[in-house]
């Protein structure tokens, strides 16, 4: 029954996921947002909400440690799974502003969650706030270089088209969808802790990381297979910046966050540091902004002893 329900947790947040972006960018060009405007923030906030409602759904049902490394192990996964087998499949090119704003912010963002965890073991209500702050003030300088560059975000524009019944029945479905998606994920995924014997932090981890990244992953494979443009590095950069900020903000925003388990401290956020910290000198080193197949292998090797470390370390 629990495997069931963190299924079914798994397919609702998928669906609440996409009626939601799809919702989302409908009402934006209703309000005449510009496209790149809708792409780089309703776009990245609504792909969010499935991690969002887990954390706060697990922060108020009492288990902060999935909270917590829902976000953590997300991280690790967009980069070491998500970027690895996307490279295994085919070279992604890198572009510049990687290294002038996208890899500084995350290492930043990453380093101040450290911070603020390690100072009190709470991330709080203040700490959630400048988070969260810190994430706007991101975005307006990403649209300001963005408007420099004339770089667009891919939107469907078929969506401008849709009438208002539709947008409100989809974000009807969406909300619904992510709400009971985000119930049931949390709550099987503790039943099978407690029926396995494993803290609910390595359920965090391994399992609900892995779920909530497996439609990006899948995303990504297909684009990159069909020698589409594949997932732009950045992306996977954007979407670690916005688990930080948004996810572990708007939840401690909520309430706040204890640790309960120790290893998030003393091992897992290690990880999500050095997965976000390699990342510097394989862009670079051999070939300069490309990460081809050799890379990622590295990357699904070392995902691997990670989660054999998940399992093994008491």
Do not use: C, H
Not at 186 to 209: N, P
Request: charged content about 10%.
């Amino acid at each position: 029954m629990s495997i069931l329900l963190v299924l079914l947790g798994f397919v609702l947040l998928v669906v609440g996921g996409e009626f939601l972006v799809r919702s989302s960018v409908a009402l934006s060009f209703k309000f005449n947002i510009s496209k790149m405007v809708i792409g780089m923030t309703v776009v990245s906030f609504a792909t969010s909400a499935p991690e969002l409602l887990v954390s706060i759904q697990a922060a108020l049902s009492g288990s902060p440690a999935i909270a917590i490394n829902n976000v953590v192990g997300s991280n690790i996964a967009n980069i070491g799974l998500v970027l690895g087998v996307t490279a295994l499949v085919g070279t992604i090119e890198v572009d510049k502003s990687f290294y002038k704003l996208n890899w500084p912010v995350m290492i930043l963002f990453s380093l101040t969650l450290y911070y603020f965890l390690n100072n009190d073991s709470v991330l709080g209500l203040v700490e959630g706030a400048i988070l969260f702050v810190g994430l706007i003030l991101f975005l307006i300088i990403l649209i300001k270089q963005s408007r420099k560059e004339v770089a667009v975000e891919e939107v469907d524009e078929a969506l401008s088209t849709v009438s208002n019944f539709k947008i409100a029945f989809w974000l009807l479905i969406g909300a619904a969808a992510l709400y009971f998606g985000s119930e049931w994920l949390v709550a099987g995924a503790k039943d099978i802790a407690l029926s396995v014997g494993v803290s609910e932090a390595v359920i965090g981890v391994s399992l609900i990381a892995i779920g909530t990244s497996v439609p990006e992953l899948a995303a990504s494979v297909i684009a990159a297979a069909k020698r589409e443009k594949a997932i732009s590095l950045g992306n996977l950069i954007g979407s670690n910046i916005f688990n930080i900020a948004s996810v572990l903000g708007l939840t401690a925003i909520v309430k706040p966050i204890p640790i309960t388990e120790p290893l998030i401290l003393t091992r897992d956020i290690f990880w999500m540091l050095g997965f976000a910290i390699v990342l510097l000198p394989l862009v670079f080193l051999p070939k300069r902004f490309k990460i081809n197949n050799l890379k990622g292998f590295f990357l699904v090797v070392v995902y691997g002893l990670f989660m054999f470390l998940v399992f093994t370390t008491k």
